[in-house]
């Protein structure tokens, strides 16, 4: 059973420049959620895709913006890169359950501006 | 504003003792908790949680307390082996609807380093 896969593992982008990161979520996850962590800190909350629809949004600009597909893979664009950009941006996948919080991350891309 | 707190950036624990990280909240509408590990290069692995309505939950060598009326909770870990050293996520979530799978609030991070 494969667990959350991301692609690419790292990326080196120059300031100004747009990126796209993907993600494949576990097997029978239908919910995706993305996350920025930066040197030393914990994950933050980018947003969250169900159903195709973004459920939930942390506080980050309109740069930042997503897509889920059909087969609940998702993707995480980042527009107009800035040098703050860098960081490791994880996917976690859930699914929809009354009794389930927990999410289940991937190993991460990480993303060098430049 | 930082809702999720882990005041210890290390923690250094010989082979065989117990580990306790410790972690505080803020945010009193936070109903679940949950502890990751993360290794280098490795997203976060999900150890265990526990829903508000609990004080303690337990599997195998981890053991998570939580304490409402202090917004406070640990992670033990008995006893402790090198395998364990990795920095440890303290996250909370709050209920939105039914069935839905809210979004975490994460601290900082503590490393564990488990000595020989």
């Known amino acids: 059973d494969a667990g959350v896969t991301q692609s690419p593992t790292h990326l080196i982008k120059t300031r100004g420049q747009q990126v796209t990161l993907r993600c494949s979520p576990k097997?029978?996850?239908?919910?995706v959620s993305w996350y920025q962590q930066a040197l030393g800190q914990g994950p933050q909350f980018i947003f969250q895709?169900?159903?195709?629809?973004?459920?939930q949004r942390g506080n980050f600009p309109d740069r930042f913006s997503g897509h889920q597909f059909p087969n609940y893979s998702s993707e995480l664009n980042v527009n107009a890169l800035l040098l703050g950009d860098s960081a490791l941006y994880l996917c976690?996948?859930?699914?929809?359950?009354?009794?389930?919080?927990?999410?289940?991350f991937g190993p991460g891309t990480r993303l060098t501006v430049t | 504003d930082q809702q999720v707190k882990q005041n210890s950036p290390s923690l250094s624990v010989q082979e065989g003792r117990i580990s306790i990280l410790n972690c505080d909240y803020t945010n009193s509408m936070f109903d679940y908790f949950l502890w990751y590990k993360k290794y280098p290069a490795e997203g976060p692995t999900f150890l265990i949680s526990?829903?508000?309505?609990?004080d303690k939950n337990e599997d195998g060598r981890f053991t998570v307390f939580l304490n409402k009326s202090a917004k406070h909770l640990s992670l033990h870990i008995v006893p402790s082996q090198p395998g364990d050293s990795a920095v440890y996520f303290c996250a909370a979530s709050r209920s939105i609807n039914t069935g839905t799978a809210s979004k975490l609030t994460f601290g900082t991070g503590t490393r564990l380093q488990v000595t020989l």
């Open positions: 976690a996948s859930s699914w929809t359950s009354e009794s389930s919080y927990e999410q289940y």
């Open positions: 097997s029978g996850h239908d919910t």
């Open positions: 895709y169900y159903e195709e629809e973004e459920r």
């Open positions: 526990i829903s508000s309505i609990k």
